[in-house]
């Protein structure tokens, strides 16, 4: 193994182990900005215990939370929007297995999850999702394709269940101290 693989994979180690536990947002944010190269925007929060799988391709924008014991595989980019609520212990995946293909190869495809979006926890989306934006993905569900904009999504696997009102305005910038 390569100097600079043990590296990566030191970094990653000290990320989701040390630094995860961390009760401290600004400490947080500090390490997953300039070690691991997340672009988190202002007034995010990732709250403690979550993990991922890659310095790199994560992407975050204003006033979303990020909350405990989230996996996030950013392997694939994960771009999350504006105003996104990600609840506790969601899993969102961006790599798999080629089925098809005789030698099990792995390939990583982006999810991308757009504004005022709310997943419920324990909700699991799968590579290559877009989830529109002020769609709702409730706890539990399972996410194996595209979400279309203000759709409230539930079940394994996600289906639609209702839609949600279009005018929405809320910031989701929220902060619990020692998380």
Same mark, same amino acid.
Request: hydrophobic share 40%.
């Given at each position: 193994? @390569?100097?600079?693989?043990?590296?990566?994979?030191?970094?990653?180690?000290?990320?989701?182990?040390?630094?995860?536990?961390?009760?401290?947002?600004?400490?947080?944010?500090?390490?997953?900005?300039?070690?691991?190269?997340?672009?988190?925007?202002?007034?995010?929060?990732?709250?403690?215990?979550?993990?991922?799988?890659?310095?790199?391709?994560?992407?975050?924008?204003?006033?979303?939370?990020?909350?405990?014991?989230?996996?996030?595989?950013?392997?694939?980019?994960?771009?999350?929007g504006e105003n996104v609520s990600v609840s506790q212990?969601?899993?969102?995946?961006?790599?798999?297995?080629?089925?098809?293909?005789?030698?099990?190869?792995?390939?990583?495809?982006?999810?991308?999850?757009?504004?005022?979006?709310?997943?419920?926890?324990?909700?699991?989306?799968?590579?290559?999702?877009?989830?529109?934006?002020?769609?709702?993905?409730? @706890?539990? @569900?399972?996410?194996?394709?595209?979400?279309?904009?203000?759709?409230?999504?539930?079940?394994?696997? @996600?289906?639609?269940?209702?839609?949600?009102?279009?005018?929405?305005?809320?910031?989701?910038?929220?902060?619990?101290?020692?998380?």
């Amino acid at each position: 193994m @390569a100097l600079k693989e043990v590296i990566s994979e030191f970094r990653l180690y000290v990320c989701n182990e040390w630094i995860s536990k961390i009760p401290s947002h600004r400490f947080r944010n500090f390490y997953y900005r300039k070690v691991m190269g997340f672009n988190i925007g202002k007034d995010c929060s990732i709250h403690m215990h979550c993990s991922f799988d890659c310095a790199k391709n994560l992407i975050i924008g204003t006033n979303s939370v990020i909350n405990s014991r989230c996996r996030l595989d950013n392997r694939g980019t994960i771009s999350i929007g504006e105003n996104v609520s990600v609840s506790q212990e969601v899993i969102i995946l961006t790599a798999d297995h080629d089925v098809d293909a005789a030698d099990f190869a792995g390939r990583s495809i982006g999810v991308r999850i757009d504004d005022y979006v709310w997943i419920g926890t324990r909700a699991t989306i799968l590579a290559g999702v877009t989830v529109g934006k002020g769609a709702l993905i409730a @706890a539990g @569900a399972m996410v194996t394709k595209d979400v279309i904009p203000y759709t409230i999504v539930a079940g394994v696997p @996600a289906k639609v269940i209702k839609m949600r009102r279009e005018d929405l305005t809320y910031d989701t910038k929220y902060r619990r101290l020692f998380q």
